[in-house]
T-cell receptor, first 117, second 115 residues
Framework: GAVVSQHPSWVICKSGTSVKIECRSLDFQATTMFWYRQFPKQSLMLMATSNEGSKATYEQGVEKDKFLINHASLTLSTLTVTSAHPEDSSFYIC?????????????FGAGTRLSVL | AQTVTQSQPEMSVQEAETVTLSCTYDTSESNYYLFWYKQPPSRQMILVIRQEAYKQQNATENRFSVNFQKAAKSFSLKISDSQLGDTAMYFCAASSPQGAQKLVFGQGTRLTINP
């Protein structure tokens, strides 16, 4: 299957700093990438959808100035948590898909655990 | 808008037994896709099986099969000959082929396979 790499797997930062998370599709060109947030023992909550070369579409209630998403190429999307605070501590997961034969299948990265002190 | 409901928060079975996880959904779309994803303790989301709504035949992948009841909007997952490695959170999800093709997830079912 298609491989999606997410980095870092775990990051600890001080309150007020910014953190960047990378999501790469290693063996395919991702027309669309998705960013999710998952709280402990809960389901995945979609934060935003991004298409290469265009602005991300954020879900209702997600602060776009807080969670900056860049999808500059067909293999890389980044999520930057700006001025992180303890309430931003969570598990962030990216996924990627491509049109045509993929038929809506999303391939997921391994996730990033963010801990804000 | 699509909604997905998993009514079983937790399930537990013995190794080699068969287990069925329930999922119901609601959608106004005429065509859509349904998925089961597995999230083991590593937290890596893994696609287990996929069903296209316009296909009447139930999807199967080795020990995993689905019972797709379109009229009832039900999409259950059956795991045969369960193995210890099947222990994981299982999420049912739906998406539309139109637009952004976003996935809508259910709440998840925590499945434990006991030796």
């Amino acid at each position: 299957g298609a491989v999606v790499s997410q980095h870092p797997s775990w990051v600890i930062c001080k309150s007020g700093t910014s953190v960047k998370i990378e999501c790469r599709s290693l063996d395919f060109q991702a027309t669309t990438m998705f960013w999710y947030r998952q709280f402990p023992k809960q389901s995945l909550m979609l934060m935003a959808t991004s298409n290469e070369g265009s602005k991300a579409t954020y879900e209702q209630g997600v602060e776009k100035d807080k969670f900056l998403i860049n999808h500059a190429s067909l293999t890389l999307s980044t999520l930057t948590v700006t001025s992180a605070h303890p309430e931003d501590s969570s598990f962030y997961i990216c996924s990627a898909s491509w049109a045509s034969t993929a038929k809506n299948i999303q391939y997921f990265g391994a996730g990033t655990r963010l801990s804000v002190l | 808008a699509q909604t997905v409901t998993q009514s079983q928060p937790e399930m537990s079975v013995q190794e080699a037994e068969t287990v069925t996880l329930s999922c119901t959904y609601d959608t106004s779309e005429s065509n859509y896709y349904l998925f089961w994803y597995k999230q083991p303790p590593s937290r890596q989301m893994i696609l287990v099986i996929r069903q296209e709504a316009y296909k009447q035949q139930n999807a199967t992948e080795n020990r995993f099969s689905v019972n797709f009841q379109k009229a009832a909007k039900s999409f259950s997952l059956k795991i045969s000959d369960s193995q210890l490695g099947d222990t994981a959170m299982y999420f049912c999800a739906a998406s539309s082929p139109q637009g952004a093709q976003k996935l809508v997830f259910g709440q998840g079912t925590r499945l434990t396979i006991n030796p």
